[in-house]
């Protein structure tokens, strides 16, 4: 079994910043890939930030230049920099990992139970 754990969110102005965490464990062998979703009320879940097992990053187009991701793969964390918040960063914040369980070929996706980011003023 493997458990994700967020943490980082809440309430921040506008031009704020905030640093989301997540970190997995459990009977891990492999991460593939991390990642952090968001889902705003009433829209459906988005993809933000994409980090890949080699470095490798990609970024929602709303977000690119404001926000940073970056994985800690001795610790199985992934970290999200949001920097230059907006009111329309307000959402529900995911983490997702892609990971092959010990004793296991196949690769598991993952999500954290969520952490909510508040932009406000």
């Known amino acids: 079994q493997v458990q994700l754990v967020e943490s980082g969110g809440g309430l921040v102005q506008p031009g704020g910043s905030l640093r989301l965490s997540c970190a997995a464990s459990?009977?891990?062998?492999?991460?593939?890939?991390m990642a952090w979703y968001r889902q705003a009320p009433g829209k459906q879940r988005e993809s933000v930030a994409y980090?890949?097992?080699?470095?490798?990053?990609s970024y929602a187009e709303s977000v690119k230049g404001r926000f940073t991701i970056s994985g800690d793969n001795a610790k199985n964390a992934v970290y999200l920099q949001m920097n230059s918040l907006k009111p329309e960063d307000t959402a529900v914040y995911y983490c997702?990992?892609?990971?092959?369980?010990?004793?296991?070929?196949?690769?598991?996706?993952?999500w954290g139970t969520g952490t909510q980011v508040t932009v406000s003023s």
């Open positions: 459990g009977s891990i062998f492999r991460i593939n890939s």
């Open positions: 980090i890949g097992s080699g470095g490798s990053t």
């Open positions: 997702n990992f892609i990971i092959q369980p010990r004793y296991s070929s196949a690769y598991v996706n993952y």
